[in-house]
C-alpha cells in the first residue's frame, strides 16, 4: 500500500519557524516531482512549493524568500522549511507526489498525503 505521511505541523508564533517532512513508503518504482500545497478556511487548495527529482525548485510567490523545499531521493522524502511565519499561513499542508510503479512506463500517478495542520498565531 502506498502512502505519504505528513509530520512537522503545529502552533507557532508569527516570526518562527516549522519544519515539515513527507515521507512516501509502498511499492514505488520511482518519484518524479513533489510538492506542498495548502488550503485555509473557505479558500481553494494552492500550490505553496514544488521539486524536481533532480533538485530544481519553485515556489508561489507567497512563499518566496521564507520557505525552502528540499528532499532527500533516498529516503523518499520532501521538506517544507517555513521561517518568518505569518498568520496568513495558517492551513492546512499536504504533500502531494506523482509516483511511477513500473520501471518500463512513464506514466506517473499523483498521490495525496493526509495533511498536517500549520496555525501561525499573531
Known amino acids: 500500500q502506498v502512502q505519504l505521511v505528513e509530520s512537522g505541523g503545529g502552533l507557532v508564533q508569527a516570526g518562527g519557524s516549522l519544519r515539515l517532512s513527507c515521507a512516501a513508503s509502498?511499492?514505488?518504482?520511482?518519484?518524479?516531482?513533489m510538492a506542498w500545497y495548502r488550503q485555509a478556511p473557505g479558500k481553494q487548495r494552492e500550490l505553496v512549493a514544488e521539486?524536481?527529482?533532480?533538485?530544481?525548485?519553485n515556489y508561489a510567490d507567497s512563499s518566496k524568500g521564507r520557505f525552502t523545499i528540499s528532499r532527500d531521493n533516498a529516503k523518499n522524502t520532501v521538506y517544507l522549511q517555513m521561517d518568518s511565519l505569518k498568520p496568513d499561513d495558517t492551513a492546512v499542508y499536504y504533500c502531494?507526489?506523482?509516483?511511477?510503479?513500473?520501471?518500463?512506463?512513464?506514466?506517473?500517478?499523483?498521490?495525496w498525503g493526509q495533511g498536517t495542520q500549520v496555525t501561525v498565531s499573531s
Open positions: 509502498g511499492r514505488i518504482y520511482r518519484i518524479n516531482d
Open positions: 521539486i524536481t527529482s533532480g533538485g530544481t525548485a
Open positions: 502531494n507526489a506523482k509516483l511511477r510503479f513500473l520501471s518500463w512506463s512513464l506514466t506517473e500517478y499523483d498521490y
